[in-house]
């Protein structure tokens, strides 16, 4: 996560702890300009144990580049509180129209459509914006999503907005996970999981769907309470 530095906290020692603990290089002392420097296109997906070295709490951190230049720009004033609320709205709505392009979300009217007919397997999790976990799996399932183009296809159902399909598909927890394919349940599982957990079980669906089914799995599958 790219980080900046609070300059009238920093005391710019050469053997900065937080510069040391960088895994990717992106905070450095410079030597010409005897100061800590950063260079945040570095940080990429580092979980910053910078910020856990950083005695005098210089550092501060931001979930985008985009947000860190609202930031350093905050700091600095060259933008006016209302110029940086709106820059904000702007990156909000574009995250979300990224989100809805990479997973969208089903409804009643279209669920037979995306999901039912589809030729691809498809994940489905139903999920509530007054979660906040659900909404902290929804970069792991765009990432999911374009890590299996072509082998499966993710969706998101409101639970909700869709009370009656959510009832329908038994669903008593949000979040709960779906694998159909070929129009039936496949498989289902409920409750928050890691990312690894998450990522597991779909692998092992994907070579359940594509192995020939034995005489004795016949059966409607019965959805399991996760970790």
Known sequence: MPVLILRERC??????????????????????KKQVVVFPERCG????????FCDRYALKYAPSLEELRLLQA??????????IAQ???????????????????????????????????VLVMVDSPRFAVTKRLHPVLEQMARQYVGRLLIRRLN????PELTAALRVRVIPTFLFFYQGQ???????????????????????????????????????????
Request: charged share 30%; hydrophobic share 35%.
């Open 87 to 121: 820059a904000r709205l702007r990156l909000r709505q574009e995250e979300e129209a990224r989100r809805r392009e990479a997973v969208p979300e089903v409804t009643a009217e279209d669920f037979r459509q995306e999901v039912l007919q589809s030729r691809l397997p």
């Open 185 to 227: 349940l496949v498989d289902g599982v409920e409750g928050a999981f890691s990312p690894a957990q998450l990522q597991q079980w779909v692998e092992q669906v994907l070579e359940q769907v594509s192995a020939p089914a034995a005489p004795d799995q016949a059966g409607k599958p019965a959805v399991r309470r996760g970790g």
């Open 74 to 83: 905050e700091l600095d004033g060259t933008m006016t509180p209302e110029e």
């Open 11 to 32: 005391d710019n020692l050469p053997h900065c702890f937080a510069a040391s603990a960088c895994p990717n290089q992106a905070l450095l002392y410079d030597e010409e």
């Open 45 to 52: 997906d580092c979980r910053g144990p910078c910020l856990n």
């Open 159 to 162: 639970g909700d907005a869709e």
